[in-house]
Protein backbone atom coordinates (compact mmCIF):
# COMPACT_ATOMS: atom_id res chain seq x y z
CA UNK A 1 0.00 0.00 0.00
CA UNK A 2 2.68 2.27 0.87
CA UNK A 3 4.32 1.42 -2.19
CA UNK A 4 1.38 2.02 -4.26
CA UNK A 5 1.38 5.62 -2.76
CA UNK A 6 4.58 6.51 -2.84
CA UNK A 7 4.61 5.61 -6.69
CA UNK A 8 1.70 8.13 -7.23
CA UNK A 9 3.19 11.28 -5.63
CA UNK A 10 6.77 10.48 -7.37
CA UNK A 11 4.31 10.05 -10.80
CA UNK A 12 2.27 13.42 -10.15
CA UNK A 13 5.27 15.19 -9.20
CA UNK A 14 6.93 13.81 -12.63
CA UNK A 15 3.73 15.06 -14.68
CA UNK A 16 3.77 18.32 -13.11
CA UNK A 17 6.88 19.58 -15.86
CA UNK A 18 5.46 17.53 -18.26
CA UNK A 19 2.22 19.41 -17.97
CA UNK A 20 3.50 22.59 -17.50
CA UNK A 21 6.64 22.54 -19.01
CA UNK A 22 10.20 23.76 -17.52
CA UNK A 23 12.27 26.97 -17.66
CA UNK A 24 15.58 27.89 -16.39
CA UNK A 25 15.86 30.57 -13.66
CA UNK A 26 18.40 32.48 -12.92
CA UNK A 27 18.75 34.57 -9.97
CA UNK A 28 20.80 37.79 -9.51
CA UNK A 29 21.70 39.27 -6.04
CA UNK A 30 23.75 42.96 -6.99
CA UNK A 31 23.24 44.40 -3.29
CA UNK A 32 25.97 44.27 -0.75
CA UNK A 33 23.57 41.99 1.57
CA UNK A 34 22.64 38.04 1.82
CA UNK A 35 19.33 37.98 -0.02
CA UNK A 36 16.68 34.42 1.05
CA UNK A 37 14.80 34.11 -2.09
CA UNK A 38 11.48 31.56 -1.88
CA UNK A 39 9.89 30.95 -5.01
CA UNK A 40 6.45 29.93 -4.48
CA UNK A 41 4.02 28.76 -7.10
CA UNK A 42 3.85 25.38 -9.21
CA UNK A 43 7.38 24.23 -7.42
CA UNK A 44 8.55 25.77 -4.18
CA UNK A 45 11.99 26.89 -3.91
CA UNK A 46 14.34 28.69 -1.47
CA UNK A 47 17.43 29.70 -2.42
CA UNK A 48 20.58 32.15 -0.35
CA UNK A 49 22.53 34.44 -2.75
CA UNK A 50 25.42 36.41 -1.41
CA UNK A 51 26.26 39.71 -2.25
CA UNK A 52 27.43 39.72 -5.98
CA UNK A 53 26.55 36.65 -6.71
CA UNK A 54 23.87 34.73 -8.75
CA UNK A 55 22.52 31.28 -9.06
CA UNK A 56 21.03 29.12 -12.04
CA UNK A 57 18.39 26.60 -11.54
CA UNK A 58 18.02 24.26 -13.96
CA UNK A 59 14.55 22.75 -14.96
CA UNK A 60 11.78 24.60 -13.01
CA UNK A 61 8.31 24.19 -13.45
CA UNK A 62 6.92 26.71 -15.54
CA UNK A 63 3.88 28.76 -13.97
CA UNK A 64 2.35 31.50 -11.59
CA UNK A 65 4.79 32.48 -9.01
CA UNK A 66 5.60 34.86 -5.83
CA UNK A 67 9.24 36.35 -5.35
CA UNK A 68 9.37 36.60 -1.89
CA UNK A 69 12.78 38.23 -0.76
CA UNK A 70 14.07 38.00 2.41
CA UNK A 71 16.84 39.99 4.02
CA UNK A 72 17.85 40.55 7.87
CA UNK A 73 16.28 43.19 9.69
CA UNK A 74 13.58 44.55 6.89
CA UNK A 75 10.58 43.58 5.99
CA UNK A 76 9.61 40.52 3.27
CA UNK A 77 8.92 42.05 -0.56
CA UNK A 78 6.90 40.17 -2.71
CA UNK A 79 6.27 39.84 -6.44
CA UNK A 80 4.33 38.26 -8.73
CA UNK A 81 5.57 36.57 -11.80
CA UNK A 82 4.83 33.94 -14.66
CA UNK A 83 7.73 31.58 -15.77
CA UNK A 84 6.89 30.69 -19.18
CA UNK A 85 7.94 27.04 -21.06
CA UNK A 86 11.32 27.40 -22.93
CA UNK A 87 12.10 30.87 -21.48
CA UNK A 88 15.22 32.27 -19.76
CA UNK A 89 13.60 34.38 -16.24
CA UNK A 90 16.09 36.51 -14.60
CA UNK A 91 15.33 37.50 -11.31
CA UNK A 92 17.06 40.46 -10.46
CA UNK A 93 17.00 41.53 -6.86
CA UNK A 94 15.79 44.92 -6.11
CA UNK A 95 16.76 45.52 -10.25
CA UNK A 96 20.51 46.32 -9.31
CA UNK A 97 22.00 44.06 -11.99
CA UNK A 98 22.30 44.72 -15.97
CA UNK A 99 22.40 41.76 -18.54
CA UNK A 100 23.29 41.07 -22.03
CA UNK A 101 22.22 38.71 -24.73
CA UNK A 102 25.48 38.31 -27.38
CA UNK A 103 26.07 36.51 -29.77
CA UNK A 104 29.68 35.06 -29.07
CA UNK A 105 30.01 32.74 -32.49
CA UNK A 106 32.63 34.92 -33.85
CA UNK A 107 35.10 33.85 -30.89
CA UNK A 108 35.09 30.48 -32.93
CA UNK A 109 36.06 31.48 -35.84
CA UNK A 110 39.36 31.60 -37.37
CA UNK A 111 39.85 35.28 -37.73
CA UNK A 112 37.31 36.18 -34.50
CA UNK A 113 37.08 39.84 -36.54
CA UNK A 114 33.94 40.62 -34.62
CA UNK A 115 34.18 37.92 -31.54
CA UNK A 116 31.06 39.00 -29.55
CA UNK A 117 28.11 41.02 -31.29
CA UNK A 118 25.99 42.61 -28.70
CA UNK A 119 21.99 41.54 -29.33
CA UNK A 120 20.21 42.80 -26.67
CA UNK A 121 21.03 44.89 -23.26
CA UNK A 122 18.68 44.95 -19.92
CA UNK A 123 18.90 46.93 -16.91
CA UNK A 124 16.68 48.00 -13.62
CA UNK A 125 14.41 45.36 -14.18
CA UNK A 126 13.29 42.96 -11.37
CA UNK A 127 12.69 40.35 -13.54
CA UNK A 128 13.36 39.99 -17.40
CA UNK A 129 12.06 37.21 -19.40
CA UNK A 130 14.20 36.22 -22.62
CA UNK A 131 11.65 34.31 -24.59
CA UNK A 132 14.77 33.43 -27.18
CA UNK A 133 16.99 30.45 -27.34
CA UNK A 134 20.27 30.61 -25.51
CA UNK A 135 22.94 28.46 -25.77
CA UNK A 136 25.11 29.50 -22.77
CA UNK A 137 23.42 30.37 -19.55
CA UNK A 138 24.56 33.19 -17.28
CA UNK A 139 27.10 31.57 -14.89
CA UNK A 140 27.93 28.80 -17.31
CA UNK A 141 31.30 28.77 -19.09
CA UNK A 142 31.84 28.79 -22.91
CA UNK A 143 32.30 25.41 -24.27
CA UNK A 144 35.46 24.79 -26.22
CA UNK A 145 34.01 24.10 -29.19
CA UNK A 146 31.08 25.87 -30.86
CA UNK A 147 28.55 23.39 -31.64
CA UNK A 148 27.95 23.01 -35.46
CA UNK A 149 25.50 25.45 -36.21
CA UNK A 150 24.83 27.86 -38.96
CA UNK A 151 22.99 30.00 -36.33
CA UNK A 152 23.73 32.59 -34.03
CA UNK A 153 25.73 31.49 -30.77
CA UNK A 154 23.74 33.09 -27.81
CA UNK A 155 24.97 33.97 -24.28
CA UNK A 156 23.41 35.50 -21.75
CA UNK A 157 25.74 37.24 -19.12
CA UNK A 158 25.82 39.57 -16.20
CA UNK A 159 27.79 42.58 -17.20
CA UNK A 160 28.69 46.04 -15.36
CA UNK A 161 25.82 48.48 -15.84
CA UNK A 162 28.38 51.34 -16.96
CA UNK A 163 28.09 49.46 -20.06
CA UNK A 164 24.68 49.80 -20.91
CA UNK A 165 24.17 51.90 -23.70
CA UNK A 166 27.51 51.66 -24.85
CA UNK A 167 27.87 48.44 -26.84
CA UNK A 168 31.36 49.20 -28.34
CA UNK A 169 33.10 48.75 -24.51
CA UNK A 170 30.19 46.09 -23.50
CA UNK A 171 31.46 43.64 -26.13
CA UNK A 172 35.57 44.29 -25.31
CA UNK A 173 33.86 43.55 -21.82
CA UNK A 174 32.11 40.03 -23.23
CA UNK A 175 34.86 38.80 -24.98
CA UNK A 176 36.92 38.94 -21.99
CA UNK A 177 34.89 36.11 -20.86
CA UNK A 178 35.30 32.49 -20.99
Known sequence: MRAAILLTVLSAVAC??????????????????????????????????????????RDVVAGPYTIVTKREGQPDASARTEIRKGDLTVINVDGLGCFARADVAGKYSANM????????????????????????LPGELLPQKRPKSAYGFYRVSQVPCELIGDRNKMAEHLKEQR
Open 113 to 136: RFPVQVVSEYSKDAVIRIDTAIDV
Open 16 to 57: KSEWYGTSNVYAWNGSDQIVKLQLEGTDDLDLTLRPQSGELL
